[in-house]
């Protein structure tokens, strides 16, 4: 079992800001795209943002131009930079990781609650 640990959640106001960070074990498979998704309250859990291990990144369209992922100089540490945040961003944000070329290779966090207030 991979444990993913993740950190950074709480509340915050509208507009305001919050930084998530993931850190998975750094021997796992070099070759991985790392994620966070998010799921509020009676909905399905969604995409947020991934980074290869190349840092290659894609986005939800509702968090573009506010959130930015990027990766440590460590291996398979990842951040979510929140800025100006809505309440609609509330949820519990859970990060991921995949080994590219192993499809069973897919781990999840525990989650960590974001809280946005108007």
């Known amino acids: 079992q991979v444990q993913l640990v993740e950190s950074g959640g709480g509340l915050a106001q509208a507009g305001g800001s919050l930084r998530l960070s993931c850190e998975a074990p750094?021997?796992?498979?070099?070759?991985?795209?790392m994620g966070w998704y998010r799921q509020a309250p009676g909905k399905q859990r969604e995409l947020v943002a991934t980074i290869t291990n190349t840092g290659s990144t894609t986005y939800a369209d509702t968090v573009k131009d506010r959130f930015t992922i990027s990766r440590d100089s460590t291996p398979n540490t990842i951040y979510l930079q929140m800025n100006r945040l809505k309440p609609e961003d509330t949820g519990v944000y859970y990060c991921?990781?995949?080994?590219?070329?192993?499809?069973?290779?897919?781990?999840w966090g525990e989650g960590t609650q974001v809280t946005v207030s108007s």
């Open positions: 750094t021997s796992f498979f070099s070759r991985n795209v």
């Open positions: 991921n990781i995949r080994a590219i070329d192993l499809v069973k290779a897919f781990y």
